[in-house]
Each structure stands twice: as structure tokens, then as C-alpha cells.
């Protein structure tokens, strides 16, 4: 969910760059409200664009997990066959008209104090847990401002989950400068979504200056409870880059999944991830062997913006299934607001990412965002049947 403060900045880089399942992501902060760190407001990340691959051959019924994740080279990238255009689908807005210059962004949020990596842990393999992906099979969405998603009704929620089909709703609920700040949000929908029979996952975004402190309030949320026991079905780590003011490296991704795959046991863990675009599947500008030693599925954000959803879903699936199942993110939003495409995606590119994801292997699909979809892609999700 890059930290998009206003649905962007990452968003945007992922979308420009990859110029694209179901699930909703919720973004909450200190009381429903979206956060403010250093005297600048920060609106909540929101999750970055990702592509879609090959599809993974994992089971939804619990399998074993070991270390022994294949870490294949990622100087070379699969060879896959891409329509270099849209081809039938008609994309509205798209070619993006040429715009004027805009100011310079302002530099990303970040903590203050980065924690030296000589003082963190070494890489250490995790042991062998059960990985079990029902959770995350079929459609979500992603919430991602509590009070901007059905006015933070949680029964108004689970309602349209219910009415629109989907099986997971994902909960946006820790960040570093604001620890585990989503308990009373968890305590508000989990147990009416799990009596629905809808799962909860719930994600946050660690900056990783200070990884095991960001692997603390992970753990917070993975050991919370409701009044009557209920626990989330999973969480999500929203893995970003520098330019999110995230000090991304493999050592310092390793040090937080390590600790919160150690607290996590069996419990379900999911990367939000960057798009396999070339840029980022080649060489190691992004960590996705590294991510992949500790977590159960990939959610790549696949925000296509000008270009094929369905082909993008299938190279996301073909490069990502290499290293672990994959369920994906997809566009329900414009990019007016940052000089790109001003009509958000159609009914039937929705359609094609659901249908060619799925195809392809997808554990499941979900959309970002559940306040931003128009009411023809909540259409366009409800009919779709997984």
C-alpha cells in the first residue's frame, strides 16, 4: 500500500510504472481518523501497484511451508507472452493526454531515528510452520479510511461484503509511527464478519528503520483478541520502497519478517508487494526471494492504469508463483489527482483481471479501494462468481 498519503505517491510510481484481486484494505487511524506525524498530515498508505504472474500451484487446503523456497535468479525474468496494447478492451482516458509540469512532490514521511543494521540479528532460516490460504481464497476488497468506508458502520460493511460476494475483507491497522492502532476497529467487525462467515485480514505498513520495533506491534495485532476470543484470519505487511521513506533492504526485511514469522507460528502471512514489472523483478532492486523465505502468499499491487489488466495479472502470477501463491490487487480508483488517468477502470476491465486472474491461478483477487470503487465496479465484482 505504498504510502500513499491522499491514494498516491507510491500508488502512482507503481501505476506509472506498470502503465494494474479481490479484497478490500481498511486504513485506520487513532480513533477512525488518518494519522498525523512531524506536523504534516499523512493520509494512510495505500496499497502500491502490482502485476499479475503464471499461476502458483498451491492448495488452499494447509500445506507444509519449509525454508526450502526455491530462490531462482531474478537477473532473468520469465519469458512471458504480453499484448504490447490493450487489444479489444477499450481503456477510457487512456492514451493520458500530455500534462503540465507539476511542483515537486514534498520527500516521504519517515522515522527519525534508523536503527544501524550492524546492531540487527543475523538472517536467520525460520522453521518449518503449516500454511493454510483459505482465508485469502476468492474476492476481497481493501478499506483503506475506516470512517470514509460506509461511514465506519461495520455492520453496513460486512453487509456490502456479503451482498457483493466477498469472502475476505482487508483491515488496515498498524503502522511504525503509530504502533497497532486498530483494536477497536477489529473489535467493531471481526466478529460480525466472521458470522458472516467473511474473513478478516489485517495489514500494516513498516518503514523498517527500526524492524524488530516494527515487528512488535505486528506481533500486538497478530495476538489480538476480541471479548469473545476471535482472532484475525491473517495480516499483511506492506512491503515498499525508499521512495515511500521506507529503508528497504533485504537485511532489514529479513530481520522483521524473521521475527514476525517466529511470533506468527502458523498463523497466516501475506506480502503486499510491488508489481514483478522488469524494473523490479530484475537484478535486486526489490527483495521478493528474500520476502518470500517467510510469508505464505504474495499480494502483488496491480494498478494497470493504461495497460492490459488480464496480461498484467498473468505475468504477476507466472513470475511470483515461482517463489509462492499469489492473490491479487487490483485498480478501483483513479489517478486524476496525481496527472494520470481520469477515468477509473471500466466494469469489464475488472472483469478481465477477475477472470484472467483466476485462469492464471490466483489464490484470489481483490481491488483497492473499497471508498474509491464506482458503483459499476462493485457491479462488476458482485457478478463475477469465483
Known amino acids: 500500500m505504498s504510502a500513499v498519503r491522499r491514494i498516491v505517491p507510491g500508488i502512482l510510481a507503481a501505476a506509472v510504472l506498470a502503465t494494474g484481486g479481490v479484497g478490500v484494505a481498511v486504513a485506520v487511524g487513532q480513533g477512525g481518523q488518518p494519522s498525523h506525524t512531524s506536523g504534516a498530515t499523512r493520509a494512510r498508505a495505500a496499497p502500491v501497484a502490482a502485476l499479475v504472474g503464471p499461476p502458483a500451484t498451491a492448495l488452499l487446503t494447509t500445506t507444509t511451508s519449509t525454508t526450502a523456497v526455491p530462490l531462482p535468479s531474478t537477473t532473468a525474468a520469465p519469458t512471458t507472452s504480453i499484448p504490447a496494447s490493450p487489444g479489444t478492451l477499450t481503456l477510457a482516458g487512456c492514451p493520458v493526454p500530455p500534462q503540465p509540469p507539476r511542483p515537486p512532490a514534498p520527500p516521504p514521511w519517515h522515522p527519525a531515528v534508523?536503527?544501524?543494521?550492524?546492531?540487527?540479528?543475523?538472517?536467520?532460516?525460520?522453521?518449518?510452520?503449516?500454511?493454510?490460504?483459505?482465508?485469502?481464497?476468492?474476492?476481497?476488497?481493501?478499506?483503506?479510511?475506516?470512517?470514509?468506508?460506509?461511514?465506519?458502520?461495520?455492520?453496513?460493511?460486512?453487509?456490502?461484503?456479503?451482498?457483493?460476494?466477498?469472502?475476505?475483507?482487508?483491515?488496515?491497522?498498524?503502522?511504525?509511527?503509530?504502533?497497532?492502532?486498530?483494536?477497536?476497529?477489529?473489535?467493531?467487525?471481526?466478529?460480525?464478519?466472521?458470522?458472516?462467515?467473511?474473513?478478516?485480514?489485517?495489514?500494516?505498513?513498516?518503514?523498517?528503520?527500526?524492524?524488530?520495533?516494527?515487528?512488535?506491534?505486528?506481533?500486538?495485532?497478530?495476538?489480538w483478541r476480541s471479548p469473545t476470543g476471535q482472532r484475525v484470519d491473517g495480516f499483511s505487511a506492506d512491503i515498499e520502497r525508499s521512495s515511500e521513506g521506507v529503508a528497504l533492504t533485504e537485511h532489514r526485511v529479513a530481520a522483521y519478517l524473521g521475527a514476525v514469522r517466529q511470533a506468527a507460528g502458523n498463523q497466516l502471512i501475506v506480502a503486499t508487494v510491488y508489481p514483478p514489472l522488469d524494473a523490479y523483478w530484475s537484478g535486486d532492486v526489490y527483495p521478493y526471494a528474500t520476502i518470500a523465505r517467510y510469508v505464505d502468499a504474495f499480494a502483488p499491487m496491480i494498478y494497470w492504469e493504461c495497460t492490459d489488466p488480464g496480461a498484467d495479472a498473468v505475468q504477476a502470477i507466472r513470475r511470483l508463483g515461482t517463489l509462492r501463491p499469489v492473490y491479487l490487487i487490483g485498480q478501483a480508483f483513479d489517478l486524476a489527482s496525481n496527472g494520470g488517468r481520469a477515468a477509473s477502470p471500466s466494469a469489464a476491465e475488472l472483469h478481465e483481471f477477475l477472470s484472467e486472474g483466476q485462469a492464471a491461478g490466483a489464490v484470489g483477487v481483490s481491488f483497492w479501494s473499497w471508498q474509491s470503487a464506482t458503483s459499476d465496479e462493485w457491479s462488476a465484482v458482485t457478478r463475477y462468481r469465483w
Open 114 to 223: 534508523l536503527v544501524p543494521e550492524s546492531s540487527l540479528p543475523p538472517e536467520q532460516a525460520p522453521a518449518p510452520w503449516t500454511s493454510d490460504l483459505r482465508p485469502i481464497a476468492g474476492k476481497g476488497m481493501w478499506i483503506w479510511e475506516w470512517g470514509q468506508t460506509d461511514s465506519g458502520d461495520p455492520q453496513a460493511i460486512v453487509n456490502q461484503a456479503v451482498s457483493a460476494g466477498l469472502s475476505q475483507i482487508w483491515l488496515r491497522v498498524g503502522d511504525s509511527p503509530d504502533g497497532f492502532y486498530g483494536a477497536a476497529e477489529l473489535d467493531a467487525l471481526v466478529p460480525i464478519a466472521h458470522a458472516a462467515g467473511i474473513s478478516v485480514i489485517a495489514w500494516g505498513f513498516p518503514y523498517l528503520y527500526d524492524p524488530l520495533g516494527d515487528a512488535a506491534w505486528t506481533e500486538a495485532i497478530l495476538d
